[in-house]
């Protein structure tokens, strides 16, 4: 089967950087577009930043300028660089794919949607 796993949160001043990384693994062979959802509490999830497979990005207005997605697909992993960070940033990071085709050894290739990661915290202090 297929897993995403977040990394790279956890706490940082206000005006900080971290990077978060999404690894996929399983038999993958193709991951379609990939993002970064966050949720702070009392708050809906909602997206920071998508890159497609062949590298396109968009960016909430909220982090344009100061996140930057990027992915290695040989590594099938997604990156969040981010930077300037503020209080209003703190949320738990969600990766996610729409799609990923993978090698199962009953079906041969699977064509599986929507995954997602437990997320990753971070917290931004002021």
């Known amino acids: 089967q297929v897993q995403l796993v977040e990394s790279g949160g956890g706490l940082v001043q206000t005006g900080g950087s971290l990077r978060l990384s999404c690894a996929a693994s399983g038999n993958i062979i193709r991951i379609g577009t990939m993002g970064w959802y966050r949720q702070a509490p009392g708050s809906q999830r909602e997206l920071v930043a998508a890159?497609?497979?062949?590298?396109?990005?968009n960016y909430a207005d909220s982090v344009k300028g100061r996140f930057t997605i990027s992915r290695v697909n040989a590594k099938n992993t997604m990156y969040l660089q981010m930077n300037s960070l503020k209080p209003e940033d703190t949320a738990v990071y969600y990766c996610?794919?729409?799609?990923?085709?993978?090698?199962?050894?009953?079906?041969?290739?699977?064509?599986?949607?929507?995954?997602w990661g437990k997320g990753t915290l971070v917290t931004v202090s002021s």
């Open positions: 996610n794919a729409d799609t990923i085709s993978f090698k199962d050894p009953e079906y041969d290739v699977v064509d599986g949607m929507d995954y």
């Open positions: 890159i497609t497979g062949s590298g396109s990005t």
